[in-house]
C-alpha cells in the first residue's frame, strides 16, 4: 500500500482506537436461539453477494494496514461456512494480527477443533447457556445438545483456558448461574456472563428479563462468598472477577453498564458491509468498492475516513432511550437482515 502512514492506531471522534474487527463469514445458523433468532422465517443475504476469502483478506489486509490487531470470526455459525479452517490459515499467516479468535456455538466443534489449531487459531469462545438438555431444546429449537457438550470438551482439549459465553435470562437460565460456573471450571474455561441485549433480531427481548451484573455478582457471592474485581488489562468488554477459590469470570453488562466509551470494535458483515457499532441503523459499503476495483489505498482512505467520524455510542442512547419493546421492528427486519445479530456477528 503506498498510502503514507497514518498516525496508529486510527482514532474516532471519542478518540476510540481502530483496533477490533469481527468477521461475520456467514448469516447461516444451525440453532435458532430465542433471544438472537426467534422468528420462523429469515431474510438471507444473497449468495452471490458473500464475500470469497480472497476478498475477505484484501479487505483484513487493509484494515491490519490501519492498526487493526484484533480479529474475531463468528456469525451466524462460523463453522457453517466451507472451509473455514482455509480462511483461518490465511488470516494466522498475517503477522499484524496479533490475536485472531472465533466465537461458536459449539454444534461443529468436534470434527473442526484440532484443524481449527493446526490452521493457526490463537483462541476460542464456545457460546453455552444451560446445562440442560431440554431446556436447550426450547432456547436453540435444537436437538443438538450433545454435541455441543462434545464440542466443549474438545475446546478444553485443543484450546485451553477458551471462553464460555452465557446470555443470562431472567426465568430461562437465570438457576443455572452456579452450575454455569462450576462447569467452566471443570473445564478449565472462563466462563463470561452477558446481559440480554434489545439488539436487532432479540424480537423477544423485554427489560424484566435482563439479568444485571448486580444480581449476577450477588448470586455469586452468595454461593461461593467473596468476589474480588481483576484489573483490567485491555479494552474487553467483560469485568473480570475472582473468587476465593481462583477461579476467574468475566460479565459483560452491555445492557446496564455500557462500556461505549472503551469501544475499539467494529464488524464486517459476510456481504462486506462494514458496521461501526451493533446498534448501527446503516454501514459503509465495502464489497461494491472492492468489486468495484478498488485500489488498497482506496479502500484504505474510505474506512479512514469513516473511522475518523465514529461518534458511536449505541448501547449508552439505547440506556436513554429504552422502551420495553424491541429495538428493531420485526418488519424492518425482515426489509433488512444487516439489522440482524446473526448478520453481524455479535
Ligand atoms: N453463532 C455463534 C455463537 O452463538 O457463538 C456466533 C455468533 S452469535 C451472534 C455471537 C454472540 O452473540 C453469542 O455469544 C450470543 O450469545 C450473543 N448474542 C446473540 N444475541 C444476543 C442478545 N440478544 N443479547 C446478548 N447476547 C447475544
Ligand atoms: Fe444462537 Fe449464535 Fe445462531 Fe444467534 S448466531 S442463533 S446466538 S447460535
Ligand atoms: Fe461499541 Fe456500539 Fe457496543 Fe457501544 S453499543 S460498545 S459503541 S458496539
Redesign the pocket.
Known sequence: MSTSLPPLPLRDVHQRPLRNLRL?VTDR?N?R?Q??MPEDEYAWLPRHDILHFEEIERLVDVFLFLGVDKVRL?????LLRRDVTELVARLASRLGIRDLAM????VLLRPAAPDLKRAGLHRL???L?TLQADRFERLSRSAEFHRVLDGLEAAAEYFPGFKI???AIRGVNDDEVIALLDRARALGAELRF??????G??TH?SQSQVVSRAELLGMIAAHYGAVAPVDRVDAAPADRFRLAHGQTFGIIA?TTTPFCADCDRSRLTADGLWYLCLYAARGTDLRGPLRGGASADALATLIRGVWQARTDRGAETRQVVRADAPFIPLSALKRDPHLE??T???
Not at 74 to 78: A, F, H, I, S, V
Not at 103 to 106: E, H, L
Open positions: 461475520s445458523c440453532l436461539c433471544y438472537c463468528t456469525g451466524g455459525e462460523p466465537t461458536t456455538n459449539g469462545t464456545v457460546s447457556d459465553d452465557t446470555v452477558i446481559e440480554y441485549m434489545d439488539v433480531g432479540a427481548w452491555s445479530m446473526h453481524r456477528g455479535g
